[in-house]
């Protein structure tokens, strides 16, 4: 008998860990010194505390390339993504030519509208009157100016494209030697650099027609078109542009219920984020994942946005 209930509390000892066991999850972000990097922080402080039965852990990468292949080998679990880079990583495009990934969007938590800004007396009023203009199509080597001229090629538009960085392009547009630039926006507003130039020069922001928009969604489905609403800075009345996000992915393989878990622990939060990150402030999260996403969210991610009631666009259905 003692040796029989020996076994037996034997048994339940050894089983004791399997009913608390949690999964383990790695969180590949990017650069410790990044403000993203604060924010993975507090991403796995909500999973920890609100996601039971997970475990999350950040760690330090080189951002949306390093963490899709990371993915890939199995060295993270889900990771920060720009929506256009993982757009061409599904599609097997651009850096991934031949290679697609097999991911999922799980949400998307910033938003950069590419912004046309020229200065109120250029005579510009349409993206069409740029062309002959000095203009510069973003900061060099960066996401903005590549982007900006995959846009202008796929609207069949041209301008005299002038390169450098932030500083040497502010003055050229408050000294008049540019008519504008293309800059990110810092969510629905402008950014500081572009008010910086606002502070001595008028400036007016470009917009999309409807015309362009369409072609646009048509052409560039690594990209959205995002609608601004008036007051991005005193005095600049609604308008229509391309944009980008950035986001969390994870590969297609995830368990359904833990991207369900992960996904309502980020969306219910109201606070953990944003003291992260200031720009998420009164930020609309699940609004934003629509309306950036460019990729099928993971099942798991879909199954709160259905419970939520919203309208899951076709692009983000899988298929």
Same mark, same amino acid.
């Given at each position: 008998m003692k040796n029989t209930l020996a076994a037996l509390l034997g048994a339940t000892l050894l089983a004791a860990p399997l009913t608390a066991q949690e999964t383990d999850l790695l969180i590949g972000s990017t650069s410790a010194s990044s403000s993203h990097y604060g924010y993975f922080v507090a991403v796995t402080q909500l999973i920890n505390d609100h996601a039971e039965g997970l475990r999350a852990s950040v760690v330090e990468t080189g951002a949306t390339l390093d963490n899709i292949r990371r993915m890939a080998r199995g060295q993270v679990d889900l990771g920060l993504v720009t929506t256009n880079t993982l757009q061409h990583a599904v599609q097997g495009t651009n850096a991934f030519d031949g290679n697609p990934q097999d991911l999922r969007l799980l949400w998307v938590y910033g938003s950069a509208p590419q912004n046309v800004i020229v200065r109120a007396d250029s005579g510009v009023d349409s993206l069409e009157g740029l062309a002959g203009k000095r203009f510069n199509p973003g900061i060099k080597g960066g996401s903005t100016e590549a982007t900006t001229e995959a846009v202008f090629d796929a609207l069949g538009l041209s301008a005299e494209y002038v390169r450098g960085s932030t500083t040497d392009i502010v003055s050229a547009i408050k000294d008049n030697r540019l008519v504008g630039y293309v800059k990110s926006g810092a969510g629905q507003k402008l950014d500081g650099s572009t008010m910086d130039i606002a502070v001595s020069t008028d400036i007016s922001v470009i917009g999309l027609?409807?015309?362009? *928009?369409?072609?646009l969604r048509a052409k560039m489905p690594d990209i959205s078109v995002v609608n601004i609403p008036e007051g991005a800075a005193d005095g600049i009345p609604a308008?229509?542009?391309?944009?980008?996000?950035?986001?969390? *992915?994870?590969?297609?393989?995830?368990?359904d219920e833990t991207a369900y878990k992960i996904v309502s622990a980020i969306m219910t939060d109201d606070s953990v984020q944003a003291n992260a990150m200031a720009s998420l402030k009164g930020a609309d999260l699940a609004r934003m994942t629509l309306d950036y996403g460019t990729v099928p969210l993971h099942p798991g991610a879909a199954r709160w946005f259905e419970e939520q009631g919203m309208e899951i666009p076709a692009k983000l259905k899988t298929d």
């Amino acid at each position: 008998m003692k040796n029989t209930l020996a076994a037996l509390l034997g048994a339940t000892l050894l089983a004791a860990p399997l009913t608390a066991q949690e999964t383990d999850l790695l969180i590949g972000s990017t650069s410790a010194s990044s403000s993203h990097y604060g924010y993975f922080v507090a991403v796995t402080q909500l999973i920890n505390d609100h996601a039971e039965g997970l475990r999350a852990s950040v760690v330090e990468t080189g951002a949306t390339l390093d963490n899709i292949r990371r993915m890939a080998r199995g060295q993270v679990d889900l990771g920060l993504v720009t929506t256009n880079t993982l757009q061409h990583a599904v599609q097997g495009t651009n850096a991934f030519d031949g290679n697609p990934q097999d991911l999922r969007l799980l949400w998307v938590y910033g938003s950069a509208p590419q912004n046309v800004i020229v200065r109120a007396d250029s005579g510009v009023d349409s993206l069409e009157g740029l062309a002959g203009k000095r203009f510069n199509p973003g900061i060099k080597g960066g996401s903005t100016e590549a982007t900006t001229e995959a846009v202008f090629d796929a609207l069949g538009l041209s301008a005299e494209y002038v390169r450098g960085s932030t500083t040497d392009i502010v003055s050229a547009i408050k000294d008049n030697r540019l008519v504008g630039y293309v800059k990110s926006g810092a969510g629905q507003k402008l950014d500081g650099s572009t008010m910086d130039i606002a502070v001595s020069t008028d400036i007016s922001v470009i917009g999309l027609t409807p015309e362009q *928009a369409d072609t646009l969604r048509a052409k560039m489905p690594d990209i959205s078109v995002v609608n601004i609403p008036e007051g991005a800075a005193d005095g600049i009345p609604a308008y229509s542009t391309w944009s980008f996000g950035a986001g969390v *992915a994870a590969p297609a393989s995830m368990d359904d219920e833990t991207a369900y878990k992960i996904v309502s622990a980020i969306m219910t939060d109201d606070s953990v984020q944003a003291n992260a990150m200031a720009s998420l402030k009164g930020a609309d999260l699940a609004r934003m994942t629509l309306d950036y996403g460019t990729v099928p969210l993971h099942p798991g991610a879909a199954r709160w946005f259905e419970e939520q009631g919203m309208e899951i666009p076709a692009k983000l259905k899988t298929d």
